[in-house]
């Protein structure tokens, strides 16, 4: 496979341009090409493929990568989310911890809810949520930085990760995030909607799943780029 590396590497660009971008890409990897792109619907169902997929994109591969080489698709998915469930063990262990405590404050001897047990049960889910958004935002960088260096132990280098983001700007890093949570929420939310008309709303959900993706994993690849020195 010719892998043609991003001519974007080390470049500052604006969330427009990077918007703009990664619409572009999407469109051209997609557009036209039907096997293709049902291809990715079946990847999206066997998840670990769709994992390895977009680990090519976090390669810097441009145009988007064709599909090949499924074995290595499949072991990069798989790496994929190992890297995502380690990431995620701080998040399961706090809220498992939170939950006890909270299901022992929420209730008195007859099961009763105290308004403590209450305000405990909601500052646990607070602190859940504040701990799973800081660990994501080095998870992100962490998972291209695994493609790019092609190392697992890479996607776990913290003063790397770190030091990518200050180049970045945490600022910028965190409103870029942002603006592509939005996006995709909101594509969402207009799937949802579309989902209501029978049959054809689902196939144009399941046609929209890689798209979604595909963008997303062009937009972070992108944005991890322009916090990496050539």
């Known amino acids: 496979m010719g892998i043609e590396r991003d001519e974007y590497k080390?470049?500052?660009?604006?969330?427009?341009?990077?918007?703009?971008?990664?619409?572009?890409?999407?469109?051209?990897?997609?557009?036209?090409?039907?096997?293709?792109?049902?291809?990715?619907?079946?990847?999206y169902i066997i998840f670990p493929l769709m994992g390895g997929y977009v680990v090519r994109i976090y390669?810097?591969?441009?145009?988007?990568?064709?599909?090949?080489?499924?074995?290595?698709l499949f072991v990069d998915g798989i790496k994929l989310l190992i890297i995502g469930f380690v990431y995620a063990i701080p998040v399961i262990l706090v809220g498992i911890f939170l939950g006890m405590g909270s299901f022992f404050a929420i209730s008195?001897?007859?099961?009763?809810?105290?308004?403590?047990g209450i305000g405990a049960l909601i500052l646990g889910f607070l602190i859940m949520i504040i701990l799973?958004?800081?660990?994501?935002?080095?998870?992100i960088i962490g998972m291209v930085r695994f493609a790019r260096k092609d190392s697992?132990?890479?996607?776990?280098?913290?003063?790397?990760?770190?030091?990518?983001?200050?180049?970045i700007g945490w600022i910028d890093y965190i409103v870029a995030l942002i603006v592509l949570w939005i996006v995709v929420?909101?594509?969402?939310?207009?799937?949802?909607f579309i989902m209501a008309i029978p049959v054809l709303g689902w196939l144009i959900?399941?046609?929209?799943?890689?798209?979604?993706?595909?963008?997303?994993?062009?937009?972070?690849?992108?944005?991890?780029?322009?916090?990496?020195?050539?």
């Open 152 to 167: 697992m132990g890479e996607a776990f280098n913290f003063s790397a990760i770190l030091e990518t983001i200050g180049t």
């Open 108 to 116: 008195t001897v007859d099961y009763t809810p105290t308004a403590g």
């Open 10 to 43: 080390g470049d500052s660009m604006e969330i427009g341009e990077m918007l703009g971008n990664s619409f572009e890409y999407t469109k051209d990897g997609l557009m036209g090409k039907w096997v293709k792109w049902i291809l990715l619907i079946v990847c």
């Open 59 to 72: 390669k810097g591969t441009t145009p988007a990568p064709e599909l090949d080489d499924w074995v290595g």
């Open 205 to 230: 959900y399941l046609f929209a799943l890689p798209a979604i993706a595909i963008f997303s994993a062009r937009y972070m690849t992108l944005l991890y780029e322009s916090g990496t020195p050539v």
């Open 132 to 139: 799973a958004i800081i660990i994501s935002l080095i998870a």
């Open 185 to 192: 929420l909101g594509v969402n939310f207009i799937l949802g």
